[in-house]
């Protein structure tokens, strides 16, 4: 996988167990291609061009942005979204019976109720598991998780349930220590996740890590 941004063709080649770490201190190239980042994560046009060997990718399609770690929702929509599905395609498959049953205990007790009031009401005859699980507010489990144990387990969502393969942290140094940052690392390489890490001060080089600078004066930097 591969990024390429802008006319002076900032380029970022992903690699297996690597981590792409681009520090950008000139704060207009910096704010620019975060808001080019933005716009293509939301689904809009911009210069940031990702491609994997010939095919070029949808950002929005196969990328997560973290801009804000405390943020991080195990519950997000999208996430909700393919848990919902993944459920449904099993009990589809496995719990076909079950449903049936449980379908025809909810309309035989809707009958019972409609025969209690006075006026008509019409009712749907089959149930929709999505609708079951969003009633009973099925989720995934978060509690007494702190900020970090959350990134971890957003990862691993991220790659095994919603199929995104890059995620992209912006300025995520600020809050992380060297540990941590070796422990994120870990698991990335564990699951086979891509990162990128955008930052706006130049900081410490790690094991694992393939740092590039850009400074205030636009000159491009491997170290």
């Known amino acids: 996988m591969k990024i390429v941004y802008g006319e002076r063709e900032l380029i970022l080649e992903f690699r297996e167990n690597e981590v792409q770490v681009i520090t950008i201190e000139n704060k207009e190239y910096f704010s620019e291609f ?3 980042l933005y716009n293509q994560s939301q689904g809009m046009e911009g210069k940031i061009i990702m491609s994997e060997g010939e095919k070029i990718l949808s950002l929005n399609k196969c990328t ?5 770690p405390f943020s991080v929702d195990l519950n997000n929509k999208k996430i909700l979204g393919k848990l919902y599905h993944e459920l449904k395609d099993i009990s589809s498959e496995e719990q076909y019976r079950e449903i049936c049953e449980l ?25 929709d598991v999505l ?20 990134l971890l387990e957003y990862m691993k969502i991220m790659e095994s349930l919603c199929g995104i393969h890059l995620l992209v942290f912006v300025n ?10 070796q422990e994120l690392y870990k698991t990335a390489f564990y699951y086979k996740i891509k990162l990128l890490l955008i930052e706006a001060h130049q900081s410490k080089c790690l094991e694992g890590e393939n740092n590039q600078l850009i400074d205030k004066d636009l000159c491009f930097i491997h170290y």
């Open 64 to 68: 997560e942005v973290i801009w804000n």
């Open 103 to 127: 379908n025809s205990a909810i309309v035989r007790y809707l009958d019972e109720m409609c025969l209690k009031v006075s006026y008509p009401i019409q009712f749907q005859l089959e149930m």
């Open 131 to 150: 609708d079951l699980y969003k009633m009973y507010e099925v989720r995934l489990e978060k509690e007494g998780q702190s900020m970090f144990e959350t």
């Open 34 to 36: 975060l808001q080019n």
């Open 172 to 181: 995520v140094k600020n809050y992380l220590s060297e540990m941590q940052l």
